[in-house]
């Protein structure tokens, strides 16, 4: 086993012994980590490093990995390992995680940070943030995935978060993924989904997938009842300022959710072949509840022949806020179930349920990169939502907002 050389640097707020290693292409990343120490940083300069399995463990919370500035380190798994995460605080920065064979990061750690990387062509999830111990009721909290590239998966999800609470999903692209986008399930909560693209996510034919969900299936009900007296799949999660185009079912999901929330995401040809663009479904004899809809753009696909909205079968329970949206496309129906009657057009919807109020059915005039063009119905249509106040280019939103992702006119 050969390593390049090394040198041992006094990092601030490192913990004590804490140091830099320093490698090269074909070096060994496990040396380097037990090297480094808690606190440390591994540094590897650009070039392509073989490996299997590797494992971080609870010796080593507050270790980055990254590549050295200036490049990029390839780490290929050639379907062998992937990482795996066991420690606290840990960091991987602006590397490419490749071929993994089945997560190519596992989180079983809290306030652990993948940022700039590019994981593709995972076997399984590319990204699994595990709850912790959930029967002790010490739960993982506080991961933060940003700026990262994240798809071309084999099967299953793009970011599967079980039970981890706290979680932030920002300014990441997601594409060609079969199972949905991302999801936040198993009792998650507090989690944020803000400024991605999902772009060609739930390819997996004949299955509710699509670009994000809150909440899905976890079993045992336990995972979730232990931390919130009820089987709640999310709880208090939002999906803000986000773009979702070519999507082959629902662009947006709630799922056994409480206190679900979808503000000012923009989605094109979505509903391709399966679902509805939108749909609100129960598990667990809960339905979803507290559920808010507010400020988006949804156009159905024309091809795909399918619902806007599809409330399922004791999919939703009062409270259920959709106000200021502007919806177009698809087969121009929108379905709650429960209430008996089939799909009906945006009028009768609005009138039989008392939602949409200040909402458009028109096209919202979106330019090749979703951003809104002069003359759109979205413009000055939207609500001034306390929380955030940016727009998916980081643009600020001033005065009445405008309907979707995009802030016409502003700029970052």
Same mark, same amino acid.
């Given at each position: 086993?050969?390593?390049?050389?090394?040198?041992?640097?006094?990092?601030?707020?490192?913990?004590?012994?804490?140091?830099?290693?320093?490698?090269?292409?074909?070096?060994?990343?496990?040396?380097?980590?037990?090297?480094?120490?808690?606190?440390?940083?591994?540094?590897?300069?650009?070039?392509?490093?073989?490996?299997?399995?590797?494992?971080?463990?609870?010796?080593?919370?507050?270790?980055?990995?990254?590549?050295?500035?200036?490049?990029?380190?390839?780490?290929?798994?050639?379907?062998?390992?992937?990482?795996?995460?066991?420690?606290?605080?840990?960091?991987?920065?602006?590397?490419?995680?490749?071929?993994?064979?089945?997560?190519?990061?596992?989180?079983?750690?809290?306030?652990?940070?993948?940022?700039?990387?590019?994981?593709?062509?995972?076997?399984?999830?590319?990204?699994?943030?595990?709850?912790?111990?959930?029967?002790?009721?010490?739960?993982?909290?506080?991961?933060?995935?940003?700026?990262?590239?994240?798809?071309?998966?084999?099967?299953?999800?793009?970011?599967?978060?079980?039970?981890?609470?706290?979680?932030?999903?920002?300014?990441?692209?997601?594409?060609?993924?079969?199972?949905?986008?991302?999801?936040?399930?198993?009792?998650?909560?507090?989690?944020?989904?803000?400024?991605?693209?999902?772009?060609?996510?739930?390819?997996?034919?004949?299955?509710?997938?699509?670009?994000?969900?809150?909440?899905?299936?976890?079993?045992?009900?336990?995972?979730?009842?232990?931390?919130?007296?009820?089987?709640?799949?999310?709880?208090?999660?939002?999906?803000?300022?986000?773009?979702?185009?070519?999507?082959?079912?629902?662009?947006?999901?709630?799922?056994?959710?409480?206190?679900?929330?979808?503000?000012?995401?923009?989605?094109?040809?979505?509903?391709?072949?399966?679902?509805?663009?939108?749909?609100?479904?129960?598990?667990?004899?809960?339905?979803?509840?507290?559920?808010?809809?507010?400020?988006?753009?949804?156009?159905?696909?024309?091809?795909?022949?399918?619902?806007?909205?599809?409330?399922?079968?004791?999919?939703? !329970?009062? +409270?259920?806020? &959709? @106000?200021?949206?502007?919806?177009?496309? /698809?087969?121009? =129906?929108?379905?709650?179930? #429960?209430?008996? !009657?089939? +799909?009906?057009? &945006? @009028?009768?919807?609005?009138?039989?349920? /008392?939602?949409? =109020?200040?909402?458009?059915? #028109?096209?919202?005039?979106?330019?090749?990169?979703?951003?809104?063009?002069?003359?759109?119905?979205?413009?000055?249509?939207?609500?001034?939502?306390?929380?955030?106040?940016?727009?998916?280019?980081?643009?600020?939103?001033?005065?009445?907002?405008?309907?979707?992702?995009?802030?016409?006119?502003?700029?970052?």
């Amino acid at each position: 086993m050969r390593i390049a050389a090394f040198a041992w640097l006094a990092l601030a707020g490192a913990a004590p012994g804490a140091g830099e290693v320093l490698l090269k292409p074909g070096d060994d990343i496990d040396a380097a980590v037990a090297k480094a120490g808690a606190g440390g940083v591994v540094t590897l300069a650009a070039g392509k490093y073989p490996s299997g399995q590797i494992g971080i463990g609870p010796a080593s919370e507050g270790l980055t990995i990254r590549s050295k500035p200036g490049g990029r380190a390839e780490i290929d798994f050639a379907g062998r390992g992937g990482f795996y995460l066991k420690a606290d605080k840990v960091t991987l920065k602006d590397l490419d995680l490749l071929n993994a064979q089945n997560f190519a990061v596992d989180v079983d750690g809290s306030e652990c940070t993948l940022d700039g990387c590019k994981m593709l062509r995972s076997g399984g999830d590319v990204v699994k943030l595990s709850p912790g111990n959930w029967q002790a009721k010490k739960y993982n909290r506080g991961a933060t995935i940003v700026n990262c590239e994240i798809g071309e998966n084999k099967g299953f999800e793009g970011v599967d978060c079980v039970g981890h609470d706290d979680v932030k999903i920002l300014k990441s692209y997601f594409h060609d993924i079969p199972g949905w986008g991302a999801y936040l399930k198993g009792g998650a909560s507090r989690g944020l989904i803000e400024g991605n693209r999902f772009v060609r996510c739930g390819t997996l034919a004949g299955n509710p997938n699509g670009g994000v969900c809150l909440g899905e299936h976890t079993g045992p009900d336990e995972v979730m009842t232990n931390k919130h007296g009820k089987p709640w799949e999310s709880v208090d999660c939002t999906v803000r300022n986000n773009l979702f185009m070519d999507i082959d079912s629902a662009a947006m999901a709630a799922w056994c959710a409480k206190g679900a929330r979808f503000a000012n995401n923009t989605a094109v040809n979505v509903a391709t072949r399966d679902r509805a663009a939108v749909i609100l479904l129960s598990n667990h004899d809960l339905p979803c509840t507290d559920t808010a809809f507010v400020n988006n753009i949804v156009v159905g696909s024309k091809e795909g022949n399918r619902p806007l909205v599809w409330i399922y079968d004791k999919g939703a !329970a009062a +409270p259920i806020v &959709f @106000e200021n949206n502007c919806w177009f496309g /698809g087969n121009g =129906k929108f379905w709650h179930q #429960a209430a008996g !009657a089939g +799909p009906v057009d &945006f @009028e009768a919807w609005r009138k039989a349920h /008392g939602i949409d =109020k200040g909402s458009v059915f #028109a096209d919202p005039k979106l330019d090749k990169d979703l951003h809104l063009m002069e003359g759109s119905p979205c413009i000055d249509r939207g609500q001034v939502l306390k929380g955030f106040a940016e727009d998916f280019d980081g643009g600020r939103r001033s005065g009445a907002w405008d309907i979707g992702a995009d802030e016409h006119g502003a700029r970052p």
